[in-house]
Nanobody, 120 residues
Framework: QLQLVESGGGLVQPGGSLRLSCAAS????????IGWFRQAPGKEREGVSC????????NYVDSVKGRFTISRDNAKNTVYLQMNSLKPEDTAVYYC?????????????WGQGTQVTVSS
């Protein structure tokens, strides 16, 4: 199955920024929509954002609208999540996944994720 690798997490103060990366391993991302998800301790995994295969369509969960931006560089086979104005409630493990379309079933395995901690 398809495998993606997340990176870029870390510890940041409230109001800070991070850029997460999602890289494909052994396949081309071009044909897939890519979604970012997060799971906070004791909570279910939730969808954060998704970008269509050609990048022409994006969507965001209400809690991150205006703060997070999803983008893709198909030449680098990578999708990014730029996170600005981070809040403590953004603390979670962030995962990415490939889909045939943004609201469709997942086409890739879950990876290890990358930890984002927002704290002063």
């Amino acid at each position: 199955q398809l495998q993606l690798v997340e990176s870029g997490g870390g510890l940041v103060q409230p109001g800070g920024s991070l850029r997460l990366s999602c890289a494909a391993s052994g396949f081309t991302l071009d044909y897939y929509a890519i979604g970012w998800f997060r799971q906070a301790p004791g909570k279910e995994r939730e969808g954060v954002s998704c970008i269509s295969g050609k990048g022409g369509s994006t969507n965001y969960v209400d809690s991150v609208k205006g703060r997070f931006t999803i983008s893709r560089d198909n030449a680098k086979n990578t999708v990014y999540l730029q996170m600005n104005s981070l809040k403590p409630e953004d603390t979670a493990v962030y995962y990415c996944a490939a889909h045939f379309y943004c609201s469709g079933p997942r086409a890739s395995n879950w990876g290890q994720g990358t930890q984002v901690t927002v704290s002063s």
